[in-house]
């Protein structure tokens, strides 16, 4: 039986240890940089926004890139958190990807050696 191609880009991107421990990581990150202003005053709270950004690079080096095309450096944060989502997701399917062919893709069952 032969699975849609929808079906395997969303098991290598969220199904796999690779993928779900990197999305963890920069959804970690995000919600941490969501919630720094709600408990700090101070004026350099925006920085921990670097974080979420640096676990995404260098897919997100395009979306910097795009901002900085199209906004002259001005883009809105919408743009920057919906590429910070965006790269993860492109990178977690890399990641998929990449323990998909290094684990070996077997079709079948899986057997016992005996």
Same mark, same amino acid.
């Given at each position: 039986?032969?699975?849609?191609?929808?079906?395997?880009?969303?098991?290598?991107?969220?199904?796999?240890?690779?993928? +779900?421990?990197?999305?963890?990581? @920069? $959804? !970690?990150?995000?919600?941490? =940089?969501?919630?720094?202003? *709600?408990?700090?005053?101070?004026?350099?709270?925006?920085?921990?926004?670097?974080?979420?950004?640096?676990?995404?690079?260098?897919?997100?080096?395009?979306?910097?890139?795009?901002?900085?095309?199209?906004?002259?450096?001005? +883009?809105?944060?919408?743009?920057? @958190? $919906? !590429?910070?989502?965006?790269? =993860?997701?492109?990178?977690? *399917?890399?990641?998929?990807?990449?323990?998909?062919?290094?684990?070996?893709?077997?079709?079948?069952?899986?057997?016992?050696?005996?």
């Amino acid at each position: 039986m032969k699975t849609s191609p929808i079906r395997t880009l969303t098991r290598l991107t969220f199904a796999n240890r690779a993928s +779900a421990v990197y999305l963890a990581l @920069v $959804g !970690g990150a995000m919600a941490v =940089a969501a919630a720094e202003p *709600l408990f700090t005053s101070n004026p350099d709270a925006s920085l921990i926004w670097v974080w979420p950004a640096l676990f995404t690079f260098p897919a997100f080096g395009f979306v910097a890139w795009l901002g900085e095309a199209g906004w002259g450096g001005d +883009a809105p944060a919408w743009f920057f @958190v $919906g !590429g910070i989502v965006l790269s =993860a997701l492109v990178q977690s *399917l890399a990641l998929g990807a990449a323990w998909r062919a290094l684990r070996g893709h077997r079709r079948g069952r899986l057997t016992t050696a005996g």
